[in-house]
């Protein structure tokens, strides 16, 4: 068993609303920017203050509606808008353009998801105190050397004019850098590297780690373990995790008794071969532009089913994200990317939560068609200190008044839950 803990650690352990564009209008240039630093090799992230759009009362204090008129930049892939508090809800929408560096071309308009927040650390811990920033879900490009956003707020709650925005408001724009370099993405490990994937196991070898698990911690044995055989699991040294951007150390709970279902709400236009610049921008997003110790969630899944170890500190350890604001401990976090509000989730990703539930849930003893109660850090739907029945493979609706994982995904939960019981031998 210690073996197995070690793989599965070893990579962190060891690094320890305007018209359409049209050809009259001019793109400004980049002001002078330096390179990424010699201390972020692994991607870098641009922050570009918003201002007052054209018409809004500057005098006045008008600070209802914010944006970056069209701007070249260093080439970026994510987006997202970020603010200096993280107590602060942007009540508005947001929306940015870009501009394709393989052929120039433009996108449209595209919706940036405001209400972010339910995605962070449970109130009163120490990842909590911060400082953290506020932020937007951010947003996948692609390969991207111009930009254009604009943040309208809506109006206050029984007046005529418009909710003053968050102070601070601005553009982050995220280059994922270089993954992997070529012939590291095989399942050996270097010296003191630990290995870029955890090939899957068979249930026998899953049920005895299970066993021995429990033994190490000093749990009494179960009758029968009923453990779902370990998928196949590309760690962070896989996907390419800089591990000088997060915290050192981990935090662990207690136990892993439900697993909440995410998307990352980030869009649907990645090919699979770019997942791993995904995950890096959204890491990198999580960490400088939020302020969280990390990436939030445990897993990440592709739309080709490829399962991705996500915060540090060992896959089979119930280790605590920051993932569903109020229920972070004792649960774990398995994000989808993608966007799921009306686009269904693949048969590969949906294959890939019920097989990883089946074993992350097997290894604490939880059947995936049952229940776990959790107790509310504190949060939008629950009040800290309420205990809470959920399923043992929930959506992060559940536990707060949030869109997540998405309609068409959170509809599949329920046949989920079946065949992950299923794949840990329960009848």
Same mark, same amino acid.
């Given at each position: 068993?210690?073996?197995?803990?070690?793989?599965?650690i070893?990579?962190?352990a060891?690094?320890?609303l305007a018209?359409?564009?049209?050809a009259?209008?001019p793109?400004?240039a980049?002001?002078?920017? &330096?390179?990424?630093?010699?201390a972020? +090799?692994?991607?870098s992230?641009?922050?570009?203050?918003?201002?007052?759009?054209?018409?809004?009362?500057?005098?006045?204090?008008?600070a209802?509606?914010e #944006?970056l008129?069209?701007?070249?930049? %260093? +080439?970026?892939s994510?987006?997202?808008?970020?603010w200096?508090?993280?107590?602060?809800?942007?009540?508005? *929408?947001?929306?940015?353009r870009?501009?394709?560096?393989a052929?120039?071309?433009?996108? /449209?308009?595209?919706?940036?998801?405001?209400?972010?927040?339910d995605?962070?650390?449970?109130?009163?811990?120490?990842?909590?105190?911060g400082p953290l920033?506020?932020s937007t879900?951010?947003?996948?490009?692609g390969?991207?050397? =111009?930009v254009?956003? %604009?943040v309208?707020?809506e109006?206050?709650?029984?007046?005529?004019?418009a909710?003053?925005l $968050?102070?601070?408001?601005?553009l982050?724009l995220?280059?994922p850098?270089?993954?992997?370099?070529? /012939?590291?993405?095989n399942?050996?490990?270097r010296?003191g590297? #630990?290995?870029?994937?955890l090939?899957?196991?068979?249930? &026998?070898?899953s049920?005895a780690?299970?066993?021995?698990? *429990?033994?190490?911690?000093g749990?009494?044995?179960?009758?029968? +373990?009923?453990?779902g055989?370990?998928?196949?699991?590309?760690?962070?040294?896989?996907?390419?995790a800089?591990?000088?951007?997060?915290?050192?150390?981990?935090?662990?709970?207690?136990?892993?008794?439900?697993a909440?279902?995410?998307?990352?709400?980030s869009g649907?236009?990645?090919?699979? &071969?770019?997942?791993?610049?995904?995950?890096?921008?959204?890491?990198?997003?999580?960490?400088? *532009?939020?302020g969280?110790?990390?990436?939030?969630y445990?897993?990440?899944?592709?739309?080709?089913?490829n399962?991705?170890? #996500?915060?540090?500190? /060992?896959?089979?350890? $119930?280790?605590m994200g920051a993932?569903?604001?109020?229920?972070?401990?004792?649960?774990t #976090?398995?994000?989808v990317l993608?966007t799921?509000?009306?686009?269904s989730?693949? =048969?590969a990703?949906?294959?890939a939560i019920?097989?990883l539930?089946?074993?992350?849930?097997?290894l604490?003893?939880?059947?995936?068609a049952?229940r776990?109660?959790?107790?509310?850090?504190?949060?939008n739907?629950?009040?800290?200190?309420?205990?809470? %029945?959920?399923?043992?493979?929930?959506?992060?609706?559940?536990g707060f008044a949030t869109?997540?994982p998405?309609a068409?995904l959170?509809?599949?939960?329920g046949?989920? %839950?079946?065949?992950?019981?299923?794949?840990? /031998?329960r009848r």
């Amino acid at each position: 068993m210690r073996n197995f803990l070690a793989s599965s650690i070893g990579a962190a352990a060891a690094v320890a609303l305007a018209l359409p564009l049209t050809a009259t209008v001019p793109v400004a240039a980049a002001p002078a920017a &330096a390179e990424p630093s010699a201390a972020e +090799p692994g991607g870098s992230t641009q922050s570009l203050p918003l201002a007052p759009l054209p018409g809004a009362d500057r005098a006045a204090g008008d600070a209802s509606q914010e #944006g970056l008129a069209q701007r070249e930049v %260093r +080439p970026f892939s994510l987006v997202g808008v970020v603010w200096d508090d993280a107590k602060d809800e942007l009540h508005g *929408s947001v929306q940015v353009r870009s501009r394709a560096r393989a052929d120039g071309a433009w996108s /449209g308009w595209q919706d940036l998801e405001t209400h972010n927040h339910d995605h962070a650390a449970d109130p009163g811990t120490p990842e909590a105190a911060g400082p953290l920033h506020g932020s937007t879900a951010p947003l996948w490009v692609g390969d991207s050397n =111009a930009v254009e956003a %604009r943040v309208s707020a809506e109006p206050a709650d029984g007046e005529t004019g418009a909710a003053p925005l $968050p102070k601070g408001l601005r553009l982050d724009l995220v280059d994922p850098g270089a993954g992997p370099a070529a /012939g590291e993405e095989n399942e050996n490990s270097r010296a003191g590297q #630990g290995p870029t994937v955890l090939p899957a196991l068979d249930r &026998a070898a899953s049920e005895a780690e299970a066993s021995e698990m *429990s033994a190490e911690s000093g749990t009494a044995p179960r009758a029968r +373990p009923y453990v779902g055989a370990r998928p196949r699991i590309i760690t962070r040294r896989g996907w390419g995790a800089d591990e000088r951007l997060r915290e050192r150390g981990f935090v662990y709970t207690k136990s892993v008794k439900v697993a909440f279902v995410h998307h990352t709400d980030s869009g649907n236009g990645y090919s699979c &071969a770019q997942s791993a610049s995904v995950l890096r921008s959204i890491y990198r997003y999580h960490v400088k *532009s939020s302020g969280w110790r990390d990436i939030g969630y445990n897993f990440a899944v592709d739309k080709c089913g490829n399962i991705y170890e #996500g915060r540090a500190g /060992g896959v089979a350890k $119930p280790v605590m994200g920051a993932h569903t604001l109020g229920f972070n401990t004792n649960s774990t #976090g398995i994000a989808v990317l993608g966007t799921y509000n009306n686009t269904s989730p693949s =048969a590969a990703a949906l294959k890939a939560i019920e097989r990883l539930s089946a074993w992350k849930l097997g290894l604490y003893g939880v059947n995936p068609a049952g229940r776990s109660t959790l107790v509310s850090g504190g949060g939008n739907r629950y009040k800290k200190g309420r205990s809470v %029945r959920f399923n043992a493979i929930a959506g992060h609706r559940d536990g707060f008044a949030t869109d997540c994982p998405g309609a068409r995904l959170y509809s599949r939960l329920g046949t989920a %839950r079946v065949a992950a019981a299923h794949y840990q /031998g329960r009848r």
